[in-house]
């Protein structure tokens, strides 16, 4: 029996224009819920700005946003693992050095931080995946811990600038998950560890677990689900581990998947009071 479906966003349940299927999506919302499925966006995504793509539907969604550092659940944060501040300051200090054309994004429990400098085409693209962002002069006035260190490459050298971060492997987390992105979060931290964490309090098994995604940031996210499921626009190598290969994120073959899964399930019953609140919300 499926009890947990998780998805990527982008490039995975998300189109190419950045959005989804509303309509679709409330059907399938609404055979999740009489099925008794958890709904999980696993994504490099602002926690908030899932949030705020999926309005008032997001309340309860389990979100594991900003690189699934953190798992967010009706407005609360559930878990999150942090990146120490020293040694934050430190990577992105080689990361300036290495390029001055890349965007860094600093994300704290405040929100992610870019400096001032950057270009109103790059602030666009931040605004993208980040709902509540701020400017700064200069990285070394952050003091806090860090969520995650994301870096955006409009000339697509992500891959390379991986490789010559590498050294901080032993402390943090490095994953290019396509040419023009980097996250960076703490050791050990990845989309597997912390699906394995919501799997933990959900009292959910990886035979129970469904999971959809496209890059190289999915790898581990495909190991915690029996029903792991490339997109056809995937990267190759994640379509190689993946047990299924389903449609395009642009033919809503996230969506179309879950039903054909979904369906054939008995319907669970929940208090006709409970399921209603679920469906309006």
């Known amino acids: 029996m499926i009890k947990l479906i998780l998805t990527d966003m982008d490039g995975t349940f998300l189109n190419s224009r950045g959005d989804f299927n509303r309509t679709l999506y409330k059907e399938v919302k609404e055979l999740m819920v009489n099925k008794g499925v958890t709904f999980a966006p696993v ?12 309005g008032e539907d997001a309340n309860d969604l389990w979100i594991l946003g900003d690189s699934a550092t953190r798992i967010k659940h009706q407005g609360e944060f559930i878990y999150e693992s942090l990146l120490e501040n020293k040694k934050g300051l430190s990577i992105i200090s080689e990361l300036e050095k290495i390029s001055p054309t890349h965007t860094i994004i600093a994300c704290t429990r405040q929100g992610a931080i870019t400096k001032s400098t950057i270009s109103p085409e790059e602030a666009q693209i931040v605004r993208g995946s980040y709902a509540n962002v701020k400017q700064i002069s200069s990285f070394s006035e952050i003091t806090d811990d860090f969520i995650k260190i994301t870096v955006h490459d409009p000339e697509l050298r992500c891959f390379e600038t991986k490789e010559k971060i590498a050294h901080f492997a032993d402390s943090a987390y490095i994953v290019a998950s396509e040419a023009a992105w980097i996250d960076i979060a703490n050791v050990n931290v990845h989309k597997g560890t912390t699906v394995e964490q919501l799997q933990k309090i959900l009292n959910v098994t990886p035979q129970e677990t469904v999971a959809f995604g496209d890059g190289y940031n999915d790898l581990e996210l495909m190991i915690r689900a029996d029903y792991s499921f490339a997109v056809r626009n995937a990267v190759d190598e994640l379509k190689e581990i993946a047990h299924f290969i389903t449609g395009t ?33």
């Open 43 to 54: 994504s490099g995504k602002q926690c908030e700005r899932v949030e705020e793509l999926f």
């Open 249 to 281: 994120n642009d033919q809503d073959a996230v969506m179309q998947t879950i039903i054909k899964l979904v369906s054939l399930q008995a319907d669970v019953k929940l208090p006709l009071n409970e399921k209603r609140s679920l469906l309006k919300s």
